[in-house]
């Protein structure tokens, strides 16, 4: 399956979110190996990091395919689509200099 550009970087928004979710309950209630959380909050906890693990493997997937795809290290991909998410970008990958 063939990937555009703005897919890798929704994917890449999507695991940013997700993980984000998951620092948040960090601090909110602890590090889970230190406090006692009660059952729903580890349930919730070990949902979120599941999640956050299955879109970062994806992304990861995804963006191999694309790099192969286009003929460019994967780095160079990665780094592009980790700007452009964080830059509110998505239109295509920048030029290279």
């Known amino acids: ?47 979120a990091l599941r999640a956050w693990r299955d879109l970062a493997r994806d992304l990861q997937a995804a963006v191999n395919e694309y790099a192969s795809d286009e003929g460019r290290p994967r780095t160079e991909v990665e780094a592009d689509v980790e700007r452009a998410a964080r830059d509110g970008g998505g239109s295509g990958p920048e030029p290279s200099a």
């Open 1 to 47: 399956m063939s990937h555009t550009f703005e897919e890798l970087v929704a994917k890449q928004r999507a695991a940013d979110e997700a993980l984000a979710r998951v620092e948040q309950m960090r601090a909110k209630y602890g590090p889970p190996a230190q406090e006692r959380w009660t059952g729903v909050q580890t349930q919730t906890y070990e949902t």
